[in-house]
């Protein structure tokens, strides 16, 4: 990695860390795995071992607004576990926003992974080795989303990007409401090289901690809310409707860097007929 890179992507961490307020509690609740995992004010750790994983949902659910965390993964051999924290509607026909985080064996990074669901599909895989230890400090992973676009920061850098183009027979999720869901469970069938790394017991339990959940979004109340969380909202305005230079700069540096996977380029799996959105500008 040359020099100058490594001092620019300094300058952009320095600079540009958002650390999350709120408290876990006030706004999550431990839907499976509560016997080895615990929450207290805004502090959770998540347990995977061969009883179960584990998992929180939100008391609420959403329409749009920025959903933020700091996490610390997994340390050590995490082969086969994956941390998962998204964004989900209910039913087939679901909406989804995904961070997850594949562990690895010991001495290799893990895989920041991507995706986002309309109407049930899927198929929108975008993969990140990510530039620092994710094991060792918390880092801050960020769902911006609103009409215009959605957005995934990591520590306030912007790593992609998926925009609104409903009015072009493209699917978005603007009119589903979803909760925040994070998870640790065993998934040695996939996660790691496609399932030969499986998941070694003895380095059992998994914990992955969590601090200062905010969810800065705009609450469900029915219907009525796909209008009113639209419009005149905080994550509506005009700097919310396209990334800064600045911030263009920083994705680009992270994607001709860290990006190690795209839907988009995989030509082997749609035979050459790309999704729509491939062929639109996406930021």
Same mark, same amino acid.
């Given at each position: ?21 709120? %408290? ?9 795995? #509560? ?31 920025? %959903? *933020? #965390? ?24 679901? !909406? *989804?926003?995904?961070? *997850? ?14 995706? %986002? ?41 912007? %790593? ?26 065993? #998934? ?11 998941? !070694? ?75 729509? *959105? ?6």
């Amino acid at each position: 990695m040359a020099s100058y890179q490594v001092l620019s992507l300094a300058f952009f961490i320095s600079f540009h860390l958002v650390v999350a307020n709120g %408290i876990f509690s006030d706004n999550m609740y431990i839907n499976w795995g #509560a016997h080895h995992s615990w929450m207290h004010g805004d502090d959770l750790q998540l347990v995977l071992d061969k009883s179960s994983g584990s998992g929180v949902q939100s008391k609420g659910t959403f329409l749009f607004g920025s %959903i *933020e #965390a700091l996490i610390k993964l997994v340390p050590g051999n995490s082969a086969g576990t994956v941390t998962a924290y998204y964004l989900s509607s209910t039913g087939d026909k679901h !909406d *989804e926003i995904d961070f *997850e985080f594949l562990g690895n064996v010991s001495g290799k990074p893990y895989i920041i992974h991507t995706n %986002i669901f309309t109407q049930g599909v899927g198929d929108r895989e975008q993969q990140f080795y990510p530039w620092f230890d994710p094991t060792t400090d918390y880092h801050n992973y960020t769902i911006h989303w609103n009409p215009i676009a959605v957005v995934w920061y990591v520590d306030d850098i912007p %790593i992609r990007v998926f925009r609104n183009y409903q009015r072009q027979g493209i699917g978005y999720p603007n009119a589903q409401a979803m909760r925040v869901y994070s998870s640790l469970w065993n #998934a040695d069938n996939w996660a790691t090289r496609g399932g030969l790394d499986k998941i !070694d017991w003895n380095s059992a339990p998994f914990v992955a901690k969590y601090r200062n959940f905010r969810p800065r979004a705009c609450f469900w109340h029915g219907p009525v809310s796909i209008t009113q969380c639209a419009v005149n909202n905080w994550y509506n305005s005009p700097q919310y409707s396209q990334l800064s230079y600045d911030k263009q700069g920083q994705m680009a540096w992270i994607r001709n860097n860290y990006m190690i996977y795209d839907y988009c380029k995989d030509a082997k799996r749609f035979n050459g007929q790309f999704p729509s *959105e491939c062929f639109k500008p996406q930021y």
